[in-house]
């Protein structure tokens, strides 16, 4: 069973930067998709950013210019550094990791911003 375990959330003002990062129990070279989505209290989880098996990338319009999803496959690692962090960026976020047929999520991140 693979895991994903993330790292990185914590408590900062509005304007600061946090770089989250999700390590997989297996190789990532095969991964099809690694993604960030995100999980605000009342709201539905959304997608922040995804990356591909070829290293293109998409972001939520709202985060646009400020985060940047990467991946280390020989760490087996995929980051999302954050910057320009915002009130309404506050939420839980959590890993994702998704091949042809099957997809598996982390525990969660708690990222806190305040005003």
């Known amino acids: 069973q693979v895991q994903l375990v993330e790292s990185g959330g914590a408590f900062v003002q509005a304007g600061g930067s946090l770089r989250l990062a999700c390590v997989a129990s297996?190789?990532?070279?095969?991964?099809?998709?690694m993604a960030w989505y995100r999980q605000a209290p009342g709201k539905q989880r959304e997608l922040v950013a995804a990356?591909?098996?070829?290293?293109?990338?998409n972001y939520a319009d709202s985060v646009k210019g400020r985060f940047t999803i990467s991946r280390d496959n020989a760490k087996n690692t995929v980051y999302l550094q954050m910057n320009s962090l915002k009130p309404e960026d506050t939420a839980v976020y959590y890993c994702?990791?998704?091949?042809?047929?099957?997809?598996?999520w982390g525990q969660g991140t708690q990222v806190s911003v305040s005003s």
């Open positions: 994702n990791a998704r091949w042809l047929l099957a997809e598996a």
């Open positions: 297996i190789s990532i070279v095969s991964v099809s998709t």
């Open positions: 990356i591909q098996r070829g290293d293109s990338t």
